[in-house]
């Protein structure tokens, strides 16, 4: 965990960090500098962004703020740069992947994050992964995907990256998958999540990467798990395409999209609505548990279809200041219960955009029928600027942000988790009383 020393309070050990890493590019770059440009390195993997905090080697990271670690991410990607041009051979030349920012789409689109210069021209690539939603891509807690939300999400975030390809860098989507069931099956909608993100692909000129563990294609056997995800992979092979010229694989790609969209329902065919309308607020609880087994609706996007199947949710409609309930029973999920949470929180759709300024004020926080005594104050706030937020468990907020606030403006005693998690246990219910009412 040589990232997580950057974020050390010590300036010693985040020297070290960078020595570290220059003195592992410049033994790696030594060693493969005449290899062709077969070999392509990338900077890191998941690490540079928020990461730069974890507290795995140094106990007292955790000191950088997000702005902080745009900058150092830049400069790890500027050092990488360097110190691989400078051991020349191949290297002066050769196509460099410069990780995005956590390697996620939208971070990455952030100003904040820069590309690095480079003495080569036209060699710097990035790479992101793609994952969304992980409840249904990187767990079993989610079984189903294909609304027109789901489509039109998918769609929106992946043009997001021409903002690299527009600039002359190429992009490379280095991870995406569908998780597999718990028994070890094929989801549903594998095939439709894929062939609509190679769609996006072909359309905007990615270079998609599958991650897969022999889930969907056993090596040891060299078969494949499923025969419709075998017959995708293989009408979208060099072989079945090769005669094809890019301006007609981009048609058939912006056609596919298209009719894929105009047939997807608004809601799975679990009983749960689609989500909320956009002059309505919508309150409800977003979950995951611990081992990633168990979601519920979980980004500021209200969409209660997205759902580990079994979990009886009580979400309720704002109308305005009063007192409201919210609650989510896993008792008749499969396991009968939710292995503590690894993260937690109280959304309001539309709620900044509704109702600005108001504030959440915790009534009573109830783990398996009984009130929980909170370790922190809570406070609200907003990611994206219409869904009002409060966690109650979430680790990987590091400092209170500046959106936060709370009904006497006090905020020496909040924090982002509410909750000690490792004393939850297994979680069969969990309700929230709160007030909403206008911030002072």
């Known amino acids: 965990s040589w990232w997580g020393m950057f974020g050390s309070a010590t300036a010693k050990t985040r020297q070290k960090a960078m020595d570290m890493y220059i003195s592992m590019w410049t033994q790696i770059a030594e060693r493969f500098k005449n290899y062709s440009d077969y070999l392509i390195f990338e900077s890191a993997n998941e690490e540079l962004g928020d990461r730069l905090n974890d507290q795995d080697i140094a106990k007292d990271s955790g000191t950088l703020s997000t702005n902080e670690c745009y900058e150092i991410t830049n400069k790890i990607n500027q050092t990488f740069v360097d110190t691989v041009r400078a051991t020349g051979g191949n290297n002066s030349q050769r196509f460099l992947l410069i990780a995005g920012y956590g390697t996620d789409i939208k971070t990455t689109c952030d100003d904040r994050y820069v590309m690095p210069s480079d003495s ?20 079993a807690s989610l079984s189903s995907w294909g609304t027109i939300k789901h489509y039109e999400k998918q769609n929106e975030l992946l043009k997001m990256m021409t903002k ?55 090596r040891s056997t060299l078969s494949w798990l499923d025969t419709d995800v075998e017959a995708l992979y293989k009408a979208r092979s060099y072989e079945a395409q090769s005669s094809l010229d890019d301006g007609t694989i981009k048609e058939n790609a912006k056609a596919e999209m298209a009719a894929a969209l105009a047939a997807a329902p608004e809601s799975l065919d679990n009983g749960t609505p689609a989500g909320a309308a956009s002059d309505e607020a919508i309150a409800w609880l977003m979950f995951n548990s611990n081992d990633w087994n168990v979601t519920y609706s979980v980004g500021d996007e209200y969409n209660p279809s997205e759902k580990t199947e079994g979990i009886v949710a009580e979400d309720v409609k704002i109308t305005g200041e009063g007192t409201y309930t919210v609650s989510l029973d896993f008792s008749k999920t499969g396991a009968g219960y939710a292995n503590s949470t690894v993260f937690c929180a109280l959304g309001i759709s539309n709620g900044e955009l509704l109702y600005p300024g108001y504030i959440i004020n915790v009534v009573d926080l109830q783990i398996n029928g009984k009130s929980y005594p909170l370790v922190a104050e809570p406070y609200t706030t907003t990611d994206d600027k219409k869904c009002t937020r409060m966690n109650i ?27 000690d998690n490792e004393e939850l246990g297994n979680i069969t219910s969990i309700s929230l009383t709160f007030e909403y009412k206008p911030g002072k």
């Open 120 to 139: 080569a021209q036209n060699k710097l690539l990035v790479s992101v992964h793609y994952y969304e939603p992980f409840s249904y891509c990187g767990s």
């Open 164 to 218: 690299f390809t527009d600039a002359g860098y190429g992009v490379i989507f280095g991870e995406y998958a569908v998780a597999l069931n718990g028994d070890g099956s094929v989801k549903d909608n594998t095939c439709d999540f894929i062939n609509n993100f190679l769609d996006n692909c072909d359309l905007y000129n990615y270079c998609p990467v599958l991650w897969d563990c022999s889930s969907l294609f056993k």
């Open 393 to 419: 468990y979430n680790a990987w907020v590091k400092s209170v942000p500046a959106e936060a606030r709370t009904e006497d403006g006090d905020l020496s005693a909040v924090g982002p988790c509410i909750v």
